[in-house]
């Protein structure tokens, strides 16, 4: 047990939407970052967010968005959904205080988004 | 090129085999190195974590990484059916984690 969970833990959308994965953290782990796993497929770094603040980002549209909140929870937001979003979206939190340096990291079961 | 490359598998042993996993990276500024475990429909479970060359052991597990070569390999002594997974490894540069794409392990009892 990793002590991160991810809700809901599957998701069916249709094309167009918009949709919002969630994350409970850890207790005192401040940094959390997003990852998108295709199928067959490495998860892919999508976002990271280091006490609320976003601190980083990968090779992801804009409409990939996060939030983080003081009690360990963070979201991931997508608009306008695509099919190519259909994934395995995992929710990863890091114990250490290094201002969000990718030290090792601790993921939750995911969520698996498909589109329809 | 990909920065990280790791050959898909599927790789298929008898059980109490020596199992070898292997990573090449591409890039010499990556810091730190990991191993993770990824079952079927799950999220991914962090096995090994080093960030300097040599040898790290955990029990059945062994992680090297040889910085001069960009190559870090996962060794599995005594091999279990529930072993059978697949095994990422993932490459923290600044503040993200390079994956490659996983190696599929089966082992056969």
């Known amino acids: 047990e990793t002590g991160v969970t991810q809700s809901p833990t599957h998701l069916i959308k249709t094309r167009g939407q918009q949709v919002t994965l969630r994350c409970s953290s850890q207790s005192g782990h401040n940094t959390v970052s997003w990852y998108q796993q295709a199928l067959g497929q490495g998860p892919q770094f999508i976002f990271q967010?280091?006490?609320?603040?976003?601190?980083g980002r990968g090779n992801f549209p804009p409409r990939f968005s996060g939030l983080q909140f003081p009690n360990y929870s963070s979201e991931l937001n997508v608009n306008a959904l695509e099919l190519d979003d259909s994934a395995l979206y995992l929710c990863?939190?890091?114990?250490?205080?290094?201002?969000?340096?990718?030290?090792?990291?601790?993921f939750g079961q995911g969520t698996r988004l498909t589109v329809v | 090129q990909k920065e990280v490359e790791q050959d898909p598998g599927p790789l298929s042993v008898p059980e109490g085999a020596i199992v070898s996993l292997n990573c090449t990276y591409s890039n010499s500024a990556f810091q730190y190195f990991m191993w993770y475990r990824q079952y079927s429909r799950k999220g991914p479970e962090l096995l090994m974590y080093?960030?300097?060359?040599g040898n790290k052991e955990d029990g059945r597990f062994t992680a090297q990484v040889d910085k001069s070569s960009k190559y870090i390999s996962l060794f599995i002594r005594d091999s279990q059916p529930s072993d059978s997974a697949t095994y990422l490894c993932a490459i923290g540069y600044g503040n993200k984690l390079v994956f490659g794409a996983g190696t599929i392990l089966r082992v056969k009892s």
């Open positions: 080093t960030y300097s060359s």
């Open positions: 967010y280091y006490r609320e603040e976003e601190n």
């Open positions: 990863a939190s890091s114990p250490r205080e290094d201002r969000g340096l990718a030290t090792e990291a601790f």
